[in-house]
């Protein structure tokens, strides 16, 4: 969490900043800030968003060539104009941007005051800057080194950026398990949690690793050492993202963009994978690891938010499928809980962002104890994506509302994809259903386009459920996953409390939540459960229940039961959740725009999760 952009050349900073934060605001938007060097520092900080800023700073000096900025999601103080970064040091001659968290900055704040050292705010942070402050005052050190040293007594996440008052030629930057990229233009540079503020600049990016401290002077090439001082040759790469994929072009909200994205990126995500009319599924990654694979003990699936969703799609699958055993849990459990792993276990971690803090962590857990670790992720060349063995791109393109909607069918659309391709190297089904589902799963795409076309009419079943207070999903087998996910995005974005269960399950105690209130939202597709899903409408209608069914096109049952029904198009069960959470991802939608709600950047939530 937390966005970082800074920029040090000829042009001038204010602009390149504020546009930088805007496209970082996913990160975090409780407040925001810029520093920059115009003969003095000059410190523009305040609560609010990247807009509550630009008034803040309106008729106040702005000028300056080099200079940071931040958009913060708070974990250390309140959000307000204090916490806000940048940070002085005590001389306030030295500022810094920080995203992740300084877990011993007790210690350090405690030793520091014994020392005289004044803070002004609740952060984490000011007690680094602080204390690279202290180092080189105490050490008499170049900034430089004092950066070095105050890194290795630090116990935590970083990605800063310090800057000084006697040195208005030179940023300072680096990271530990927090992002960084930095552009390369004709002398200049540009810094940024990720790529998106510096792409109209320049093509060329080196991405930090862990810590790595990043040395950027006016007129000097890019210098990199390690915080054990190693020298670093940069490694410079060619930025493959597009301006048009980070724009919301004409849509009113990222997320209803990424939402009508959808027939593209799941196209996306078999792009080269898949000839249904050969019988080929090759999903790259996994060809190095096939024995691993094909031989493992169980596949663990680890995630957080959407992404555990998708891997609970994934376990039905792979075990349907492959007849692999698979287990999946939330990362963040995973990692504190003593887990039994060992090296004839392949673990498939899942991230949109690839930066997620807990997914990482279990990662780094399941590694040590010698397991495969397989990535599915989104963003290209994030920290999940360097830190696994090997792994599959969604390529569903940047997602930027922090609702997350096409990564989630892209992540279930790679699933397939491996469930298939596992499936069919151990033999365990048949050669005419797998060919049957590679022939389904290249139509998905259209169908998709079908189900979107529905959005007028869940359009108004939203007008119809916008002032609900509590709101019950219900799935069974493939689709309740689907309905867990549906009930987070209405949570998510609208602030109504959603529930996601497995239908059956309903009777064991949220039956008795249901009222002539309360709406249900049944996803009950044709499949193995529809039947009992069909007994499980009953139970809601008997007790006044108001019934939204999603339902395959045709249907008669349940149209006669149901308050309403959104009739998407036939697939195989196993691929239905790719159809059946569209509704869901619009019904989320239109719910949270009626009711006057930021789609894009909900109340305290923020898209990449950098902190545990
Ligand atoms: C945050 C986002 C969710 C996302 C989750 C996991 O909570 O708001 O949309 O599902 O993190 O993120 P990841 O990037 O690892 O998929």
């Not at 900025?69 to 708070?74: C, K, L, P, Q, S």
Request: net charge negative.
């Amino acid at each position: 969490m937390c966005g970082i952009v800074a920029y040090i050349g000829k042009k001038q900073a204010w602009p390149i900043l504020i546009k930088g934060l805007r496209r970082l605001e996913y990160r975090g938007y409780d407040s925001a800030g810029i520093a920059l060097h115009h003969n003095e520092l000059n410190v523009y900080k305040c609560k609010g968003k990247v807009s509550d800023l630009e008034n803040f700073a309106a008729g106040k000096d702005i000028d300056g060539t080099i200079g940071m900025g931040h958009t913060r999601w708070a974990t250390h103080g309140v959000p307000n104009d204090i916490n806000a970064h940048p940070h002085y040091s005590g001389s306030k001659e030295m500022v810094l941007i920080h995203n992740g968290i300084i877990e011993n900055y007790a210690p350090l704040k405690a030793e520091m005051k014994n020392r005289g050292h004044k803070f002004e705010s609740d952060t984490d942070t000011e007690v680094l800057v602080h204390l690279i402050e202290d180092i080189q005052q105490r050490e008499n050190v170049s900034l430089e080194e004092a950066v070095r040293l105050a890194l290795n007594n630090v116990v935590g996440a970083y990605a800063i950026v310090v800057m000084h008052k006697n040195d208005p030629d030179t940023l300072i930057a680096a990271r530990k398990s927090s992002p960084l990229v930095i552009g390369i233009a004709d002398d200049e540079f540009f810094v940024a949690s990720d790529a998106t503020p510096i792409i109209e600049y320049t093509k060329n990016v080196v991405y930090l690793d862990d810590e790595e401290i990043a040395i950027m002077r006016r007129g000097e090439k890019l210098r990199i050492h390690t915080i054990r001082n190693q020298e670093i040759t940069p490694y410079v790469q060619e930025l493959q993202l597009q301006l048009e994929a980070i724009e919301k072009g004409g849509y009113d909200h990222f997320m209803l963009k990424e939402i009508w994205e959808q027939p593209r990126s799941i196209k996306d995500s078999m792009r080269g994978r898949v000839n249904a009319a050969q019988g080929i599924v090759a999903v790259g990654g996994i060809n190095d690891y096939m024995q691993k694979f094909i031989n493992a003990n169980r596949i663990l699936i680890v995630g957080c938010g959407t992404s555990w969703h998708a891997g609970l799609v994934g376990e039905y699958l792979l075990e349907d499928l492959a007849r692999i055993p698979v287990e999946v849990e939330y990362a963040s459990e995973f990692r504190y809980r003593n887990p039994v792993i060992n090296e004839s276990d392949v673990v498939i971690a899942i991230s949109q962002s690839g930066e997620t803090a807990d997914t990482l962590a279990a990662i780094e857990l399941a590694k040590s104890k010698g397991a495969t670790i397989f990535g599915v992720c989104n963003v290209v060349g994030s920290s999940i994506a360097r830190a696994t063995h090997a792994g599959s791109y969604t390529h569903a393109g940047p997602e930027i509302g922090v609702a997350s909607t096409k990564a989630f069918t892209s992540q279930v659309t790679v699933l397939t994809l491996m469930a298939l391709m596992l499936g069919n190297r151990r033999g365990t089904i048949s050669e005419h259903h797998y060919r049957e589902l590679l022939t389904e799963l290249e139509g998905i795409p259209a169908k998709v386009e079908r189900v979107l076309k529905l959005n007028d009419q869940i359009k108004y079943i939203a007008s119809l459920y916008k002032d609900a207070r509590n709101c019950l999903y219900l799935g069974r087998s493939y689709t309740f996953p689907v309905a867990l996910e549906g009930a987070l995005k209405l949570k998510e974005i609208s602030y109504i409390h959603a529930e996601g269960y497995p239908a059956a399950e309903m009777k064991h105690g949220p039956i008795a939540l249901i009222d002539d209130e309360m709406p249900v939202i049944v996803i009950a597709t044709k499949g193995a459960s529809y039947e009992k899903v069909v007994s499980n409408i009953q139970e809601v209608k008997a007790r006044n229940g108001k019934i939204i069914a999603v339902v395959s096109e045709g249907d008669t049952v349940v149209k006669e039961m149901a308050d309403h029904v959104i009739e998407i198009p036939e697939t195989d069960e196993k691929l239905v959740p790719l159809l059946s959470v569209i509704p869901l991802q619009l019904l989320a939608y239109h719910i949270a725009v009626m009711r006057g709600c930021n789609v894009d950047q909900p109340r305290n939530l923020a898209k990449s999760v950098t902190v545990e």
